[in-house]
């Protein structure tokens, strides 16, 4: 067998024949073949990495779609908190106004400049002890931790401590401390761990913390008295104890005050806390329990509604 190879290739001037070795022409057909399979795997490779990018891209514009959505959403959210907090801030300062809060800055004034109390009736008297959170919610061991600026035992932080920590057994029944409407009843095993509140009348609220059980549920009516919930440790808490908080229309007072106060002692909340302006809110009561006084003595009557009591009256004659 010849070792070349003739390779005749038509040109203008006729047929140009080329003689070839056999070694070298599968030399350069190996090699061009090697070329055009490296060709075709980088062509592929990088067809695969453009298919991949169109793949990511598209999953970047759905992630940023979702993202824009997400965000309108909460801004639609924050808009709408921001409407509630406007009427609420408006509730506070109609409330404020009622008792004669609003636009106010709080003194020092004495006894007799905020409220007469020698001119308080019993009946009023009755009602404040009934509506206003006073005496202990339980019976407790000690006092673990008062009111105002403290360290926190868990941190290590100073900070303003707005309750009162009362040590006790766990499962120590806690009562409420005056009439009202169980408002929230949140478990939970992180910070104020089981809480609840309760809200009373003329803007009071009292809140309970690191609880055992809860005795309520919430939007339930509650008296002076019933037992609401029990002692515990639940939450970031040392030991079981109850944290127990009062409010006026937010602002946090020293339970201590309202535990001490009581009908032997009568002046003494209106002498110790002095961030409530207490003469309007007396004579907001007084005015409520005289109202209810003369609904009880003389009921009124709407002869425009047809009943049977109006039926079988006789008719007056013309």
Not at 6 to 30: M, Y
Not at 104 to 121: G, K, M, Q, Y
Not at 131 to 143: A, F, G, K, Q
Not at 258 to 285: G, R
């Amino acid at each position: 067998m010849s070792k070349k190879i003739t390779i005749s290739i038509p040109n203008s001037s006729g047929i140009q024949h080329f003689d070839v070795s056999r070694k070298k022409l599968f030399a350069f057909i190996a090699f061009a073949a090697g070329c055009l399979i490296v060709a075709t795997g980088y062509g592929y490779n990088q067809w695969h990495q453009e298919q991949s990018l169109r793949t990511k891209l598209s999953e970047l514009e759905m992630l940023y779609a979702e993202q824009v959505d997400t965000t309108h959403s909460l801004s639609q959210e924050l808009e709408a908190k921001r409407n509630q907090i406007q009427v609420l801030g408006k509730r506070v300062y109609d409330v404020e106004s009622v008792l004669g809060l609003a636009n106010e800055t709080f003194d020092d004034s004495s006894l007799e400049n905020r409220i007469d109390a020698a001119a308080v009736d019993s009946a009023v008297r009755a009602t404040m002890f009934r509506l206003i959170p006073n005496d202990t919610p339980m019976s407790y061991e000690r006092i673990s931790s008062s009111f105002g600026r403290r360290t926190n035992p868990i941190t290590g932080k100073r900070h303003t401590h707005t309750g009162i920590d009362l040590t006790c057994k766990r499962g120590e029944e806690i009562y409420a401390p005056a009439d009202g409407v169980v408002e929230t009843v949140r478990p939970s095993k992180k910070g104020f761990g089981n809480f609840l509140t309760v809200r009373h009348s003329f803007g009071f609220m009292s809140s309970y913390a690191h609880l055992h059980k809860f005795q309520v549920r919430s939007g339930q009516f509650v008296s002076k008295g019933d037992v609401i919930a029990t002692c515990g440790n639940s939450g970031n808490s040392t030991g079981p104890h109850l944290h127990y908080e009062v409010r006026f229309l937010g602002r946090a007072l020293n339970p201590q005050y309202t535990m001490d106060w009581t009908p032997e002692n009568f002046n003494y909340l209106f002498e110790k806390e002095k961030k409530v302006k207490w003469a309007p809110l007396v004579k907001l009561i007084d005015d409520t329990v005289r109202l209810q006084v003369n609904l009880t003595n003389n009921p009124y009557q709407d002869s425009s509604v047809r009943t049977v009591k109006n039926d079988q009256e006789p008719l007056a004659v013309q």
